[in-house]
């Protein structure tokens, strides 16, 4: 086979294979193995799939290896030699005539804050997967069906450690959004600046439903693309899950997602090699071509769950600059003490007045900025969803952020200092962090703009040599003082212009050294932010808590025509007095985000999210008399139910949902004591949750756990793989009113019915609800369990319903 990256840029499409876990039901394996063991044990199986699929005309081939990390393995398989087997399996069967991707599928684990695992333990495990993969003969790696952003890029930077071929991702989402809150842009975004070849979403849906995430991931999008859709909704027929979209008709439903671009087709659960066959019919001698984006290049940074694209062309963005120890003792002596609560108190703030990236700084002394800078940048990746500028001349705490960050942060900054281009460059490339580039060599300050200019070119074309490309950069114009320099404004300006037109750049600059030394500081900076965004300034790095410069950067974004319709400036300054700027409690859409609320009670806390105030805000509260019981009563179950509302109406994702969860979990665990005193704690009603025999995946289970805790239930968690006679004993023990079943796999969801069966023989008073990636409400209804769920909200109003009824 010709090398896959060059194969990707001739002008035709391509198929991959189909779903393997239907097939591999078809050929002998049981219900609740994995697909994994039993491959390894049946090779001449799979080999048997893998060359179905070719001949049906797919040209990439999928190892059987999408559970293939130590997470999910058996222990009695090694990961290295499994996946170098199933891999030379599917070389076998590919030989000449199509390529073999290395599948690596997620870990079912969560990344800290939202999981117990650090980043790096992730990328350990992928690298133990794709080692394997690389030596078994594959040709590309295949991450897939990913629904997290920080496991995304753990797998893409795993692969980069261990290898050279390309790597492919492809994402799953729910109505708009993967499950941690990711969307279809800002995963394309951070994808781009790690610098994948080929970006995808599979799964989730049919062919019909993924047109929209498709259409969201078009904007910006300059990598080819592909679409592995399932064949429809699973359904159940007897003890047998089955996909209704048969293979005529998903060949009809995939032709709108070929006409929007994709360079590849392929099939996810329930599709067949009839279903790639008639894929490959709709692009048969179809030319292809990488379609435009509409919006032109720009760097974008982003968080988890937020994009924010920079460039000349777009309005101008605010980097806030408040987190920064420099003159600040109440924050300095926090960071000393590795305390973060006046840093929160800062994002929120500079969020509220409209930043759209915060910088953070926390070079204090006494500080280890190596332990404090990952810290940080990790408790405020889970709080806010405005991504981050990592601001730090120390390239070790640098790079432990950039390992724990769960997207593309800023990195600021890159100099001329000898060797921190190849130190640091480097890095960001890696991790697909853009970056400031500043034009400093040594301690000399370049004045003029000709001297400023020929350290950038110089800087750029170092950033050449190291393969950096340039939407990873942007340009530091490097304000100086008026007050002894007058030039020092003009000079900035033709930086600023000369980036732009000469080189397409986005540039940035610090507003506030303008005006050192003069006084009305403000008004100078404001003028200067005026003047900088009409040669094309595209982010400042300021204070947005500075009326009057939000005030001239609102105005000019009209006056410049980025403003379409005038609809921000009208939005926030309708009801506009002089001097007054936007009224107080208004909801900015500066940054696409609703205005912070001050955290003075406990249940905004828990609404907030606010872990680290909510227990002093209790002991304000008992302070003033108030019974503990009345705090859980009116406050803080309360305060959950309006976060779990938030989260049904999308206006909160996980991270927020596990961040509320975790507060109210901190508030009760100091009640607790007092509530035991006072009588006793209430009675709870008791559930025992439990992932189905057979399937070891457990993250909605936890969820759903923590919310039913949180909701007032005394909550049994028998873990993962548990037969239904061990299920129902636990229920009988301990006097259960709900069984909570949770099941991610189709192999497995079948196993649900036994314990539902069980109950029901047993004669117990127990009611069961159900839940799960695959599970419908029609299967819940068919084996007759009790109630169903689609997610951990709604899991605990069936749970209240149920143990009514119980």
Request: contains cysteine.
């Given at each position: 086979?010709?090398?896959?990256?060059?194969?990707?840029?001739?002008?035709?499409?391509f198929?991959?294979?189909?779903?393997?876990?239907?097939?591999?039901?078809?050929r002998?394996?049981?219900?609740?193995?994995?697909?994994?063991?039993?491959?390894?044990a049946?090779?001449?199986?799979?080999?048997?799939?893998?060359?179905d699929?070719?001949?049906?005309?797919?040209?990439?081939?999928?190892?059987?290896?999408?559970g293939?990390?130590?997470?999910?393995?058996?222990?009695?398989?090694?990961?290295?030699?499994?996946?170098?087997?199933?891999?030379a399996?599917?070389?076998?069967?590919?030989?000449?005539?199509?390529?073999?991707?290395?599948?690596?599928?997620?870990?079912?684990?969560?990344?800290?804050?939202?999981?117990?695992?650090?980043?790096?333990?992730?990328?350990?495990?992928?690298?133990?997967?794709?080692?394997?993969?690389?030596?078994?003969?594959?040709?590309?790696?295949?991450?897939?069906?990913?629904?997290?952003?920080?496991?995304?890029?753990?797998?893409?930077?795993?692969?980069r450690?261990?290898?050279?071929?390309p790597?492919?991702?492809?994402?799953?989402?729910?109505?708009?959004?993967?499950?941690?809150?990711?969307?279809?842009l800002?995963?394309?975004d951070?994808?781009?600046?790690?610098?994948?070849?080929?970006?995808?979403?599979?799964?989730?849906?049919?062919?019909?439903?993924?047109?929209?995430?498709v259409?969201?991931?078009?904007?910006?999008?300059?990598t080819?693309?592909?679409?592995?859709?399932?064949?429809?909704?699973?359904?159940?027929?007897?003890?047998?899950?089955?996909?209704?979209l048969?293979?005529?008709?998903?060949?009809?439903?995939?032709?709108?997602?070929?006409?929007?671009?994709?360079?590849?087709?392929g099939?996810?659960?329930g599709?067949?090699?009839?279903?790639?066959?008639?894929a490959?019919?709709?692009?048969?001698?179809?030319a292809w071509?990488?379609?435009?984006?509409?919006?032109?290049?720009?760097?974008?940074?982003?968080?988890?769950?937020?994009?924010?694209?920079?460039?000349?062309?777009?309005?101008?963005?605010?980097?806030?600059?408040?987190?920064?120890?420099?003159?600040?003792?109440?924050?300095t002596?926090?960071?000393?003490?590795?305390?973060?609560?006046?840093?929160?108190?800062?994002a929120?703030e500079?969020?509220?007045?409209?930043?759209?990236?915060?910088?953070?700084?926390?070079?204090a002394?006494?500080?280890?900025?190596?332990?404090l800078?990952?810290?940080?940048?990790?408790?405020?990746?889970?709080?806010?969803?405005?991504?981050?500028?990592?601001?730090?001349?120390?390239?070790d705490?640098?790079?432990?952020?950039?390992?724990?960050?769960?997207?593309?942060?800023?990195?600021?900054?890159?100099?001329?200092?000898?060797?921190?281009?190849?130190k640091?460059?480097?890095?960001?490339?890696?991790?697909g962090?853009?970056?400031?580039?500043?034009?400093?060599?040594?301690?000399?300050?370049?004045?003029?703009?000709?001297?400023r200019?020929?350290?950038?070119?110089?800087?750029?074309?170092?950033?050449?040599?190291?393969?950096?490309?340039?939407?990873?950069i942007m340009?530091?114009?490097?304000?100086?003082?008026?007050?002894?320099?007058p030039?020092?404004?003009?000079?900035?300006?033709?930086?600023?212009?000369?980036?732009r037109?000469?080189?397409?750049?986005?540039?940035?600059?610090?507003?506030?050294n303008?005006?050192?030394?003069?006084?009305?500081?403000?008004?100078l900076?404001?003028?200067?932010?005026?003047?900088?965004?009409?040669?094309?300034?595209?982010?400042?790095?300021?204070?947005?808590?500075?009326?009057?410069?939000?005030?001239s950067?609102?105005?000019?974004e009209?006056?410049?025509?980025?403003?379409?319709?005038?609809?921000?400036?009208?939005a926030?300054?309708?009801?506009?007095?002089?001097?007054?700027?936007?009224?107080?409690?208004?909801?900015?859409?500066?940054n696409g985000?609703?205005?912070?609320?001050?955290?003075e009670?406990?249940?905004?806390?828990?609404?907030?999210?606010?872990?680290?105030?909510?227990?002093?805000?209790v002991?304000?509260e008992?302070?003033?008399?108030?019974?503990?019981?009345?705090?859980?009563?009116?406050?803080?179950i309360?305060a959950?139910t309006?976060?779990?509302?938030?989260?049904?109406?999308?206006?909160?994702?996980?991270?927020?949902?596990?961040?509320?969860?975790?507060?109210?979990?901190t508030?009760?665990?100091?009640l607790?004591?007092?509530?035991?005193s006072e009588g006793?704690?209430?009675?709870?009603?008791?559930?025992?949750?439990?992932?189905v025999?057979?399937?070891?995946?457990?993250?909605?289970?936890?969820?759903v756990?923590?919310?039913?805790?949180?909701?007032?239930?005394?909550?049994i968690?028998?873990g993962?793989?548990?037969?239904?006679?061990?299920?129902?004993?636990?229920?009988?023990?301990?006097?259960?009113?709900?069984?909570g079943?949770?099941?991610?796999?189709?192999?497995?969801m079948?196993?649900?019915?036994?314990?539902?069966?069980?109950?029901?023989?047993?004669g117990?008073?127990?009611?069961?609800?159900v839940?799960g990636?695959?599970?419908t409400?029609?299967?819940?209804?068919?084996?007759?369990?009790?109630?169903?769920?689609?997610?951990?909200?709604?899991?605990?109003?069936?749970?209240?319903?149920?143990?009514q009824r119980?």
């Amino acid at each position: 086979m010709p090398d896959f990256r060059r194969f990707l840029k001739e002008n035709r499409m391509f198929a991959f294979d189909g779903g393997m876990g239907t097939l591999l039901q078809a050929r002998g394996l049981q219900p609740g193995q994995s697909p994994e063991s039993f491959g390894i044990a049946n090779p001449e199986v799979v080999i048997g799939i893998h060359r179905d699929y070719i001949q049906a005309g797919a040209k990439v081939v999928t190892t059987n290896t999408f559970g293939g990390t130590a997470f999910k393995l058996d222990p009695s398989l090694d990961p290295v030699h499994f996946n170098r087997e199933m891999a030379a399996a599917a070389r076998k069967a590919a030989g000449d005539h199509a390529f073999v991707a290395g599948d690596v599928g997620p870990t079912g684990k969560f990344c800290k804050p939202l999981g117990e695992y650090d980043f790096r333990e992730l990328v350990q495990a992928f690298k133990q997967q794709i080692t394997g993969l690389v030596q078994g003969g594959a040709d590309l790696i295949l991450v897939e069906t990913q629904f997290d952003l920080a496991e995304c890029r753990a797998a893409v930077i795993a692969a980069r450690e261990v290898c050279d071929l390309p790597v492919a991702v492809s994402m799953t989402f729910e109505e708009g959004v993967s499950l941690t809150g990711t969307t279809p842009l800002t995963y394309v975004d951070t994808m781009q600046n790690l610098g994948v070849e080929l970006i995808g979403t599979n799964c989730s849906a049919g062919p019909e439903g993924m047109l929209k995430v498709v259409e969201a991931m078009l904007p910006r999008l300059r990598t080819p693309f592909f679409v592995e859709p399932n064949a429809g909704l699973p359904e159940l027929e007897g003890d047998q899950t089955v996909f209704r979209l048969g293979p005529e008709d998903f060949a009809e439903q995939i032709k709108p997602l070929v006409e929007a671009g994709a360079k590849a087709v392929g099939g996810c659960c329930g599709t067949t090699p009839e279903h790639i066959r008639c894929a490959c019919s709709v692009f048969a001698d179809r030319a292809w071509s990488l379609p435009e984006a509409p919006e032109p290049s720009c760097l974008v940074v982003t968080s988890r769950s937020q994009s924010v694209a920079v460039a000349p062309h777009l309005s101008s963005k605010v980097i806030g600059e408040r987190i920064n120890p420099t003159g600040k003792k109440v924050l300095t002596a926090e960071l000393q003490a590795g305390q973060y609560t006046e840093a929160f108190r800062l994002a929120k703030e500079q969020i509220a007045s409209g930043a759209h990236i915060l910088d953070v700084n926390v070079g204090a002394p006494m500080v280890d900025e190596t332990q404090l800078l990952p810290d940080l940048s990790l408790a405020l990746g889970s709080r806010v969803q405005a991504p981050l500028c990592l601001d730090s001349t120390n390239i070790d705490a640098l790079e432990a952020a950039l390992n724990v960050y769960p997207g593309s942060p800023l990195v600021n900054s890159i100099s001329g200092e000898p060797g921190r281009m190849q130190k640091l460059g480097p890095l960001c490339k890696h991790y697909g962090a853009p970056f400031i580039l500043l034009p400093l060599l040594g301690r000399k300050l370049p004045v003029t703009a000709v001297d400023r200019l020929k350290v950038i070119e110089q800087l750029l074309l170092e950033a050449d040599e190291l393969g950096i490309p340039r939407h990873l950069i942007m340009v530091d114009a490097l304000v100086l003082t008026v007050s002894s320099k007058p030039e020092a404004a003009k000079a900035c300006l033709e930086v600023i212009r000369h980036c732009r037109d000469e080189w397409g750049l986005a540039t940035v600059c610090g507003l506030s050294n303008i005006s050192f030394g003069l006084p009305a500081r403000e008004l100078l900076n404001a003028s200067f932010l005026v003047m900088g965004m009409t040669q094309g300034l595209s982010a400042f790095i300021a204070n947005p808590g500075s009326q009057r410069l939000m005030e001239s950067r609102a105005s000019s974004e009209v006056l410049l025509d980025r403003d379409p319709q005038a609809r921000d400036f009208v939005a926030n300054y309708a009801e506009w007095k002089p001097s007054g700027g936007p009224l107080p409690g208004r909801e900015s859409n500066m940054n696409g985000q609703r205005s912070s609320v001050a955290v003075e009670t406990p249940s905004q806390a828990v609404i907030t999210g606010a872990k680290d105030e909510v227990v002093a805000l209790v002991k304000v509260e008992l302070d003033k008399g108030r019974d503990p019981f009345d705090i859980v009563d009116s406050d803080l179950i309360p305060a959950i139910t309006e976060v779990g509302e938030k989260y049904e109406k999308k206006e909160y994702f996980l991270p927020q949902l596990l961040q509320s969860a975790e507060t109210m979990q901190t508030a009760f665990e100091h009640l607790r004591p007092l509530l035991e005193s006072e009588g006793g704690a209430k009675e709870k009603t008791c559930v025992v949750m439990a992932t189905v025999e057979g399937d070891i995946h457990d993250i909605g289970k936890n969820i759903v756990t923590l919310m039913l805790q949180n909701n007032g239930f005394e909550v049994i968690d028998l873990g993962k793989d548990v037969p239904a006679e061990k299920i129902v004993a636990t229920a009988r023990e301990h006097g259960a009113r709900v069984i909570g079943l949770s099941a991610l796999m189709t192999t497995t969801m079948v196993r649900m019915e036994e314990t539902v069966s069980l109950v029901r023989e047993q004669g117990l008073d127990c009611k069961v609800m159900v839940g799960g990636a695959v599970v419908t409400e029609e299967y819940a209804d068919r084996i007759g369990a009790d109630g169903y769920s689609r997610d951990a909200v709604e899991a605990v109003k069936i749970a209240k319903k149920l143990s009514q009824r119980a």
